[in-house]
């Protein structure tokens, strides 16, 4: 059984044994943090799908409205006619299939990848080694584009993709322990919305079985979700 130290143990014990609101939860987890460093302010949804089937699987992409607190770095994979579009739009590194070849050679200093379509048969050779990591290019994310401006200008923005995993969860970031709790709130809510429409149509049953609300080191918050599945039911 895994032991905790005193310093998560005493952020635990004043967490109480019961849903709280996101509004409630915010505050909450940035008064019991105790690392050291700017810890991420994470989403946990355990969700009533199983994603063994094509059509229960849940993902996409939401800006947040406060942004992640760090920029990403962005990398386009585009034609010489796109490149000129990706660059002026703020991407940190632009290329064609020479960026391709660079990546088979280990190069991986970029959080996000966004290629335009005719590029995909050069980036599909790059599956193995960006799809582990989600870092593929697809047409679903909005990172497969002919309007490379936009892609870029939104992942700089604060964009963030969700998908579920093997196990029903998703798990994703909306922000740091710094931010102000108001925007964490604002940050939380946009993404569970984002995850609640995108709501299988065959999912059966109770689509938010649980949500867990933490930062990187702290203790998890329970988010109630009654009042998110009056959103669902609508």
């Known amino acids: 059984m ?26 909450l987890l940035q008064k019991v943090k105790f690392a050291k460093f700017d810890e991420t302010v994470e989403v946990a949804m355990r969700l009533g799908v199983d994603p063994k089937h094509a059509d229960q699987m849940v993902r996409g992409t939401v800006v947040l409205p406060h942004g992640l607190g760090k920029s990403k770095r962005v990398l386009v994979i585009a034609g010489a006619d796109k490149q000129k579009e990706a660059s002026d739009a703020g991407a940190d590194f632009v290329g064609g299939d020479d960026v391709v070849d660079k990546i088979l050679g280990g190069w991986m200093d970029f959080d996000a990848v966004v290629a335009t379509p005719d590029m995909m048969r050069g980036v599909g050779k790059l599956g193995k080694v960006l799809g582990p990591r989600g870092l593929m290019p697809n047409p679903k994310t909005g990172t497969v584009t002919v309007d490379i401006a936009k892609a870029v200008r939104e992942i700089k923005a604060g964009k963030v993709e969700f998908r579920v995993d093997k196990t029903g969860i998703i798990h994703a970031p ?35 079985k649980s949500v867990t609300l933490s930062s990187t080191m702290g203790p998890g918050v329970r988010i109630d979700t009654t009042h998110i599945d009056v959103v669902v039911k609508h």
């Open 2 to 27: 895994a032991r905790h130290g005193k310093k998560f143990t005493a952020a635990a014990a004043q967490v109480e044994d019961r849903p709280y609101t996101f509004e409630e939860a915010m505050p």
């Open 174 to 208: 909306v922000g740091k322990a710094s931010f102000a709790s108001d925007s964490l709130v604002a940050n939380a809510h946009a993404l569970v919305e984002s995850i609640v429409k995108a709501k299988p149509a065959a999912a059966k049953g109770k689509y938010l």
